[in-house]
């Protein structure tokens, strides 16, 4: 699926070289911004064309006749949306420079985070901000490439097939990694299988451009897929490219590995999180970055965004991971919590989304697993945990989540330590002001 160019998309690359940056979002608009009229089903960012020229945008790329005027500011075409993908592959092209993709069911920001803060020991890091890993993040992150950038480190999301291919020829990754392949946008992959293939389109753009994948050599999934192409391994085993061995967990339980004799210890809790830090590793190791480097890189990342964070309130302990949930990520976080909270503990769980068919038959095995875990209080919140079947009393539900505030109030949890897990959708950090 190559990308073809007419003069259009290399005269807008000659507007873009004049300015300063380029968004989506007319609320953003600096003086010498280009602003990408993007449309939706509920809104047409051409309507905003006229008031970012007045904050000071050096150039308006519209693609509704109504909104565009003949002046040098206004640059017509016919699908905004296509012009900023072409615009950023044509400008990502024109950089000799290693990129990486990254995707994957789990893991995939806080593995960003951690390899971009490795790998910024020694060279200056483009890398996608926060999450936005989709068809306008990616472009988007593709144009903060600059004549400074070393090295590119792109996070790629995707909830169907063929999604992460189209990503992968706008970014053309020379090196990529999978987090993990896990029940994640089963509505969209329709099934585990197309979660593999899906999330695997990297990989087999890597094997026909000569590009290097990173693989978890503990992951037989991974191994299977990767069996014909160059790779470069990690894991315990002694035939792994870098061999990465889980450590002792400090008091707090924090994780820490061993690696070339180093003790590395993170700030990160979670048994979920060992992939995610020896990735980082890794990558740290291929790209020549001398150890000591990878140990600062990896011992100063401190998690945020709701993303496996641990802190104390006045009352109890909080483990907030409330940014995403998936079948795969809630089993891991469960498995973790509660092999480290034998008792005295609560679980608020929301609502798994964009599950499609699978979405009860998912949540009742949350239920049934934390019911043989004999898990001491477990509120659960949203529509979907609402029609499972559920026989213990210590199970509380909730259709959403402000309609749990009053029980927390009244409740008032003590010396608790609780876990909050559910998709962004449900925004469960609200409720951290009650506990």
């Not at 995403?324 to 092999?339: R, T």
């Not at 875990?373 to 909730?398: H, M, R, W, Y």
Request: with cysteine; glycine share 6%; net charge neutral.
């Amino acid at each position: 699926m190559p990308f073809f160019y007419s003069m259009d998309t290399k005269t807008l690359y000659s507007y873009f070289l004049k300015s300063s940056s380029v968004i989506t979002d007319s609320r953003k608009t600096e003086k010498g911004t280009m602003f990408v009229c993007l449309q939706g089903e509920n809104f047409n960012g051409n309507k905003f064309a006229e008031e970012a020229l007045k904050k000071g945008a050096s150039f308006v790329v519209v693609d509704d006749l109504e909104y565009f005027k003949k002046n040098d500011q206004y640059i017509l075409v016919e699908d905004c949306l296509k012009s900023l993908q072409e615009l950023a592959h044509y400008h990502r092209i024109q950089f000799d420079i290693p990129v990486i993709g990254l995707t994957g069911s789990n893991g995939k920001t806080t593995t960003k985070e951690l390899m971009k803060s490795v790998l910024s020991e020694r060279f200056n890091i483009t890398a996608t901000f926060g999450n936005l890993n989709n068809h306008i993040g990616v472009p988007l992150t593709l144009l903060n490439i600059n004549s400074k950038t070393e090295i590119a480190l792109i996070e790629m999301g995707a909830n169907h097939k063929k999604e992460i291919d189209f990503l992968a020829h706008i970014t053309d990754p020379t090196h990529g990694y999978i987090t993990n392949f896990g029940k994640a946008h089963l509505e969209g992959f329709g099934s585990l299988a197309g979660v593999i293939k899906g999330k695997s389109e990297l990989y087999v753009y890597l094997a026909n451009n000569k590009g290097v994948a990173i693989i978890n050599f503990e992951d037989s999934l991974q191994l299977e897929h990767t069996n014909d192409q160059k790779t470069y391994s990690f894991g315990n085993s002694k035939d792994a490219a870098l061999i990465i061995k889980k450590n002792t967990i400090d008091p707090e339980g924090h994780l820490a590995v061993s690696v070339a004799g180093e003790l590395i210890q993170s700030k990160l809790k979670g048994a979920y999180n060992y992939p995610n830090i020896k990735a980082a590793i890794a990558f740290g190791f291929y790209f020549e970055i001398p150890l000591e480097m990878i140990k600062k890189g990896i011992e100063k990342y401190t998690p945020t965004n709701n993303r496996s964070q641990w802190h104390k309130t006045n009352s109890n302990t909080l483990v907030l991971d409330a940014y995403n949930a998936n079948p795969s990520s809630m089993k891991a976080a469960l498995d973790s919590f509660l092999n480290a909270t034998k008792k005295n503990h609560v679980l608020i769980l929301g609502d798994m989304l964009e599950l499609g068919e699978f979405s009860l038959e998912e949540h009742q095995k949350v239920i049934d697993y934390l019911s043989i875990q004999k898990a001491e209080c477990v509120l659960l919140i949203g529509s979907e945990f609402k029609k499972v079947q559920t026989e213990d009393s210590n199970f509380i539900k909730f259709d959403k989540t402000d309609l749990a505030i009053p029980y927390l109030q009244k409740k008032k949890f003590q010396n608790k330590t609780i876990l909050i897990k559910g998709s962004r959708g449900i925004a469960l950090e609200q409720l951290q002001g009650y506990l």
